[in-house]
Nanobody, 119 residues
C-alpha cells in the first residue's frame, strides 16, 4: 500500500510564502511524475504544477512565476514553494503521483492540506 501525506499548509497573509511538502511511503518501486493540485470551495480541482522524475517542470498560468515545484527522489518527496500569495490562492492543496508499487503503475492522491490567505 502507498500513501501520500501532505504537510505545510496553514494561514498566511497576502504577499507571504508557504512551503508545502508531500511524502510518499509504502511499497514504492519508483515514482514517475508528481503533481500539485488545488481545489477552492465551489470550484473544480485545478492542476498547478508537474515535475517529472528527471526534474522537468510545468506550471499553470495562474501560478507561473510565483510557485516552484521540486522533488527529492531519495526521500520520495515533492515540494511546492509558494510566494506572493494572494487571497485567491486559498484552497485545499493536493499532491498526486504516478507510482510503480509492488504490482504496477498506479495514480495516487494525498488527502490534502488547507492553505488560507488573509487579505
Amino acid at each position: 500500500q502507498v500513501q501520500l501525506v501532505e504537510s505545510g499548509g496553514g494561514l498566511v497573509q497576502a504577499g507571504g510564502s508557504l512551503r508545502l511538502s508531500c511524502a510518499a511511503s509504502g511499497s514504492i518501486v519508483s515514482i514517475n511524475a508528481m503533481r500539485w493540485y488545488r481545489q477552492a470551495p465551489g470550484k473544480q480541482r485545478e492542476l498547478l504544477a508537474t515535475i517529472t522524475r528527471g526534474g522537468t517542470t510545468n506550471y499553470a498560468d495562474s501560478v507561473k512565476g510565483r510557485f516552484t515545484i521540486s522533488r527529492d527522489n531519495a526521500k520520495n518527496t515533492v515540494y511546492l514553494q509558494m510566494s506572493s500569495l494572494k487571497p485567491e490562492d486559498a484552497a485545499v492543496y493536493y499532491c498526486n503521483a504516478d507510482i510503480f508499487d509492488s504490482d504496477r503503475l498506479r495514480n495516487y492522491w494525498g488527502s490534502g492540506t488547507q492553505v488560507t490567505v488573509s487579505s
